[in-house]
């Protein structure tokens, strides 16, 4: 079955960084579109970054732009999150997640990706 494990997450002051890593297994990770989300407590869950299978540049959310950068290694089905400049906004619980392999839809919401891992939280104090 498809399994998302993310690892990664800790405390850190503002401007740190940080980087999280989600190990997939149980899938067609190479033709998979894969994502990355966060959700601080009492928000909504929302996109960061994203990987879209046959598009060389990836996704950011404006927020993180120029801060966050996601990237992946096919040979060991790991997608990774780097964050520098880490900001106490960036706080919240963050989510590797997958579309079905061949079945992307080139988007950051939340309900197009039905594979979730169990989340690495985040905390960026000032």
């Known amino acids: 079955q498809v399994q998302l494990v993310e690892s990664g997450g800790g405390s850190v002051q503002a401007g740190g960084s940080l980087r999280l890593s989600c190990a997939a297994s149980?899938?067609?990770?190479?033709?998979?579109?894969m994502g990355w989300f966060r959700q601080a407590p009492g928000k909504e869950r929302e996109g960061v970054a994203a990987i879209y299978s046959g598009i060389p540049a990836p996704y950011y959310v404006d927020s993180v732009k120029g801060r966050f950068t996601i990237s992946q290694d096919n040979a060991k089905n790991t997608l990774y999150l780097q964050m520098t400049d880490l900001k106490p906004g960036d706080t919240g619980m963050y989510y590797c997640a997958a579309q079905r392999a061949g079945f992307c839809t080139y988007t950051l919401r939340a309900s197009d990706f039905p594979y979730w891992g169990q989340g690495t939280q985040v905390t960026v104090s000032s």
């Open positions: 149980g899938f067609t990770y190479s033709r998979s579109c």
